[in-house]
């Protein structure tokens, strides 16, 4: 079994950045994608970015793309979500998802962590 526990979450003013991390632990970890969805009270979960395990592939949400950048540290089994610019809509808990098989659908992934609140002040 992997766990995935998600860090960095917290309280910012609007323009202000925050750095979520997401660290995988347990049996050999080698997923083929990694990715962060958020939910907001209210709505449905969303993608926001995700990222290959091998190879240099990305891909976000057009509503983050340019202020969000995803990255890893595979020696670490660590996925980052680098979140700049951060507007009051990105207010919601943030998830890492891992061993994606598609990357923006929530149920093609078999790993999620527990979530980390993400709150910007207007």
């Known amino acids: 079994q992997v766990q995935l526990v998600e860090s960095g979450g917290g309280l910012v003013q609007a323009g202000g950045s925050l750095r979520l991390s997401c660290v995988a632990s347990g049996r050999t970890f080698s997923p083929y994608i990694m990715g962060w969805f958020r939910q907001a009270p209210g709505k449905e979960r969303e993608f926001v970015a995700a990222i290959r395990w091998s190879g240099p592939s990305t891909y976000y949400a057009g509503s983050v793309k340019g202020r969000f950048t995803i990255s890893r540290d595979n020696a670490k089994n660590t996925v980052y979500l680098q979140m700049n610019s951060l507007k009051a809509e990105d207010t919601a808990v943030y998830y890492c998802?891992?061993?994606?098989?598609?990357?923006?659908?929530?149920?093609?992934?078999?790993?999620w962590g527990q979530g980390t609140q993400v709150t910007v002040s207007s």
């Open positions: 998802a891992g061993n994606g098989r598609t990357y923006y659908r929530a149920q093609e992934y078999d790993y």
